[in-house]
């Protein structure tokens, strides 16, 4: 921070001291802006007009006409405004600029004043006499306003406190905000909360006057003063050459600003409290939270988060969640001034008591920094990165903190690293959180490398996320005049966000792979603020012999304090930037939510319960919206929203925790997909009916809704972006059955591949292609549900459309052609992972039959998989049950004619809005050799020649 300049050569002494009985006039400060009718008297000398520059001394007496305004600055910091038809005289000065203490009082006699207290008022209160009452002022901002038999109005702006004595009694106020009125002739009263427009009425008095002219160097009014006559002196130069800084005691400002607004408050680098924009530091609580007017750019709320904030030996095997440890969760304050941030910290080291210490952290915003031997323990290296938004509505600035030998990190008992986050912004009032179209966010994982889902031990669940194999959406908004999913019993609409991830890197023995999605809403909380809430479900592979880990729980956007009563880090003045942190939102019909503070953990499958624990790190999202036109974007921007109904097909993997022997589904029957979009509730519903081809217990899967309870559990942003995580009852309890029988459990999550559009090249290799049409749309999806003690695992894709009617296909439509993909859960003797190759099918409508190949000559299956680095082709025969009379579905057996053998199911689907009955297939397979291999999924294609 500047220091500012205190003395010039005219007056370069160690200490002033001033007194009202002082025999020769001895300078104490300096006039910085002034508008005409401002009059100075000092004890020994004519009045004189006052201009930018002119000495101010002690005892000397300041009067303003109708139209006269006037600054001065003070040599240790402290300014007073004087508003119009105002007197006061300077009765002390005393500062010793060596030690920065000193006296300063004045007498008001009348008018309207603004005192910001320098380095002076740190260690003693500035007095004010007025014929009403006296007060005193410490480390703040206070406007007065004196009128001739009119009560005192006192209003606290900013500082330490501000005391008030009439009539032998005193009330003081140490909350920003407040204003004391005293009645001439009685006591004062209690501090009273000022409104919005009383405060502003008063800032009013300190505007500028426009008729005036100037340097064209703007002082506090908007002027720089002028002189009759048309002659202006050198103004600018007089200021330099007073000694006395043209800046502000702001530049002393204290280094915690905590008292403004409560706890958590931020100031970014362009507040200054010296100016009226003060003003909009003060909540108007009439205001109903709607802070368009009483809010700037320069205040900032938000949090620090240190160390370990989960308490360890807390894990809820139910929750998948960690109890908060509050004391690593600090309220505090700082100060953000260009590449600096100032805050202060309650900390201690080994065997000490913990002390409030201030850190200053010089760093580039967007770029990393790292620095050494802070005073938080000697020797540490701290390093990281942070951001500065351009419109200054929210930074962050998250590191690492690597102590030194024998110091541990923050007081957390351990001596390992320890990670911090801290971040603010100006929150999003209610009334500026919008309520229809589509935003996209793009989402920084600070401290991971998958969104929402928290490493453990530091080390990244898939170490190949962000090389080929890796799609990361962002995270989808479908805004709606109806913001809470839990009380508008009345309106199934819902505000719904969604956000996955898909990673398949490598193939066969060296594949990892992993899916992990987010969907939620925005919620009203009981508190009455919005919140961004929803539910994470994810499931990875770490390699393929691996076993897979189940990840998830609740997020949030973080509960912050204001002044006005928003309490969420929802940032910016359209819902901007939001930051997310590990709380789960609990819904019920009719009743605000609640939210728990938990952190998201980890689980490999099978683990006992005696050897899970949580992460005990720091998990935290931050949310940036999206304003590019990248491809993301612009799918959900233009997309359509349909309600409709699609079927087809799922196939996939299934491992249970009986003897971990891996099974699977798929290629058995007609369609067993069935899924719903409903653009009226933005909300998704779908079923697969999934039989075990091994054993043959039968599951019916549910996930999403679209009407009554929904506890955020789906989300359809556009016709080819949407997902769904498990459908649950208002009790949380899981919908889906096993055998006819409700499971224990279920966690799962299914969402379309518009939403995580995957290079196939990453585990298919050259020659394969995703298969994309607008009248179709397939997938992937996750689950683990629970019928006893064994858990059953599923890994699959799902495929689905319109199915054609019967009377659509005939054997005069001749043959046709149809290309795409197929995916498959592979389990083999090197593990389980995922395969996939071109897709081919030929069919001729006039016998009602056709041939199939899984795999081509250009893009065999399974490449570099178990079957051997070039992979397969798996190709047959294929009929219609109903005969060319109906020709809807198709099915027959497969082979490679190499021990692997199976059957495929499929369908015809309909491009409606074509009127095209026969534009795309697809359906399920699943193929085996009896022991070692066993394959199962979908496949997908369209029409040579059809635009999809």
Known sequence: MCKPRLWGAAIAMTTVLVAATAHADVKVGVTAAVNPQAIGQPPTEPERMLLVGSDNFANEKITTGPEGQAQLLFLDGSSISVGPSANLTIDQYVYDTDKKVGKFAISAAQGVFKLVGGAISKTEEIVIKTPVATAGIRGGIANFDAQPGQPLHAQFLFGTSLRVTAQGVTQEVTRPGFEILVVPGQPPGSPVRMTTAEVRGSF??????SRMSGSGQPGQFGQTGGQAGGQEPPQDQALVQSGVSSSTGSNQAPSTLSTVGGPNVFFNGGFNPNTNTIIQNIIDPASNGNLTNSLAAGTLYGHFYCCSPFLDGTFNTST???TPDTTNNFTFSAQLTGSNVTFTLPV??????AQNQTFNFPYTPGSPFSFSNLALLSGDTISGTGLVTPDSQFFYIFGQDTPAPGNNCGGNGGGGDCKFGLFAGVPTPQSQIPTSGVSTYNIDPIFDTIPFVHTSGGSPLLSNVGGPGTAISPLFVRWSPVLDPALAANNPQRAVILQASLVISGTGANQQSGLFGVTGGFFQEANSTISMGGGLIGYALPCATCPSVRVGSGIASAQISTPSGLGNAIYGPNANYIVA???????SPGNPNTRTPAE???IPFGTPA???????????NVLTQNASTSSATQLAANGTQTSQTLVGYTGGGITSTSGMSPSGFGGAGGPNVSITTDATSNRVQASFTVTDVLNGTNYGLQFGSTSGFNDGRSAFITDQVFGARDAVTTSGGPVSTINGSTANFSRMFMVSAATVPIDFTSFAGPGVTACTCSFMQWGWWIGEVDPTSAQNRFLGTWVAGTLPGAGQISPALGSATFNGHAIATVSSNVGQYIAAGAYYQYWNFGTASGTVSIGTATGPFDRGGALGAGGTMITGAISAPGGTGNQVNFNGGISNGSGVSGNLTGSFFANVKTADPIAGVGGSFAVTNGS????????????AGTPC
Do not use: E
């Open 600 to 602: 998201q953990i980890q």
């Open 348 to 353: 201690s080291g080994s065997g000490q008591t």
């Open 932 to 943: 070692t291999y066993k394959a199962a999924g979908t496949f997908a294609g369209c029409r």
């Open 320 to 322: 998948l969640a960690a």
């Open 581 to 587: 942190v590990p709380d789960i939102m609990n819904a």
């Open 610 to 620: 005696s050897q899970q624990a949580n992460n005990g790190d720091i998990f935290v």
């Open 204 to 209: 009013s008095q300190f505007q500028g006057r």
